[in-house]
């Protein structure tokens, strides 16, 4: 695939780490009627990173109503040994992080051979050139824009020259790959994110926490992309 220079519409995708947890049916049938594109499932498992979210049967569970594509970005060890049960449970998109990867590229393929996108998250100190040599064969690099474990944090600011040099790689590899923003992310730096290459934007508790509540939210930032 050849990465075209033009730049696609930026895609939102809330994250359920700061939904309502005592309510997933109500948050994934509002999800339904907002201006998500994508839903945002993060599993943790307390030793890739320092905390644990949820797994399967809430995936599972939360698939049944879902209206978007469900976003799986696996903050776990091994996650070869649940590649299948994720995509069986309702995951559309599976995101690996490259530091838990020995075989990455035999972990790409399976997740292909599965029938979902194929994603690489990178953690902050993880430079993008390590993937020059996988970038052709995957659908999403995910940037964390905080360290991965917990909701809430505050963005890094050396995530726009990461996200820029990262749309360099991918344009020099003739990757087709969307570039994808974890953690932070508000109405303060989704335009300059969009400007540097950024294609799908993860938000959580600035969506979910918003006094205006996530679907005045997600149209806020929705309409603030579509005038950049």
Not at 111 to 125: D, E, Q, T, Y
Not at 132 to 146: F, G, N, P, R, W
Not at 206 to 214: I, Q, R
Request: proline share 6%; with cysteine.
């Amino acid at each position: 695939m050849t990465h075209s220079a033009a730049r696609r519409a930026p895609l939102l995708a809330p994250s359920f780490l700061a939904a309502d947890l005592a309510n997933l049916q109500a948050e994934t049938e509002m999800l339904g009627r907002s201006a998500a594109d994508w839903l945002h499932f993060d599993v943790m498992d307390g030793r890739f990173v320092p905390n644990i979210s949820f797994g399967l049967p809430v995936l599972q569970a939360v698939k049944k109503y879902a209206k978007q594509p469900i976003d799986v970005h696996l903050m776990i060890e091994e996650p070869q040994h649940y590649l299948a049960a994720f995509r069986d449970a309702g995951a559309d998109i599976i995101t690996v992080h490259y530091e838990a990867c020995p075989h990455l590229h035999r972990m790409v393929q399976q997740i292909k051979s599965l029938g979902c996108r194929a994603g690489v998250a990178l953690n902050p100190h993880t430079p993008v050139a390590l993937l020059e040599d996988i970038a052709a064969d995957l659908d999403v690099v995910l940037v964390m824009s905080v360290n991965p474990g917990f909701g809430g944090q505050a963005f890094i600011p050396n995530t726009l020259k990461k996200v820029a040099q990262l749309k360099e790689l991918l344009l020099d590899t003739g990757s087709d790959a969307f570039i994808e923003v974890d953690g932070g992310v508000s109405l303060a730096n989704a335009g300059p994110l969009v400007q540097a290459g950024a294609d799908v934007l993860v938000a959580g508790n600035f969506v979910f926490a918003h006094p205006d509540g996530p679907l005045a939210t997600l149209a806020a930032l929705r309409n603030h992309l579509a005038g950049e």
